[in-house]
């Protein structure tokens, strides 16, 4: 009896032990979201009157902006994103959404309101070619031994005497 009992208790072990596995396989591979920037917890910037809103009621609102503009400080953006990334593979932005708002400079008044998101974006090319630089370069090899032999490894009687300065001969 019991002769008979053991490959069926092995095969229900072996069977818990590959669903394990395989649950264990699959989590791995579940999509992480992550979401960064500006998060509208109580109020979104789509509901913001152009004309009526002010930057302060705009700050008590949304609270202060992700960046302003470099060549005006009366340009705000609002800038949220979400990435996924799956296991060990590059985080893919999903969904990116940029709030610009221009404001008055003499009233502070909303004057414009733009909605941008990841289908306005446009995608720069980059150029990868280096400056070339004079001399060569150094193997890591080099760059350890390369002091080696060049000077002395003891100091030099002369040098601490005060008064003289290192290199100065004179006494």
């Not at 280096?130 to 390369?146: A, C, S, V, W």
Request: with cysteine.
């Amino acid at each position: 009896m019991r002769s008979v009992l053991r490959p069926i208790i092995f095969q229900r072990r072996l069977a818990i032990a590959s669903l394990a596995a395989a649950a264990f396989a699959i989590t791995g591979c579940t999509t992480i979201t992550s979401h960064s920037g500006y998060q509208a917890i109580d109020t979104n910037p789509a509901d913001l009157a152009v004309g009526t809103d002010t930057k302060s009621t705009v700050r008590a609102k949304l609270g202060s902006p992700s960046v302003t503009s470099t060549f005006d400080p009366n340009v705000w953006f609002y800038v949220s994103q979400v990435k996924a990334r799956a296991a060990f593979r590059r985080p893919q932005v999903i969904k990116r959404d940029i709030v610009a708002l221009g404001f008055d400079k003499e009233t502070e008044v909303l004057k414009t309101l733009d909605t941008l998101s990841l289908k306005d974006g446009k995608v720069i090319a980059f150029n990868g070619r280096e400056t070339p630089t004079r001399g060569r370069e150094m193997t890591i090899l080099e760059q350890l031994l390369g002091s080696v032999g060049r000077g002395s490894m003891l100091p030099r009687d002369d040098y601490g005497v005060p008064g003289t300065r290192p290199g100065d001969r004179r006494r």
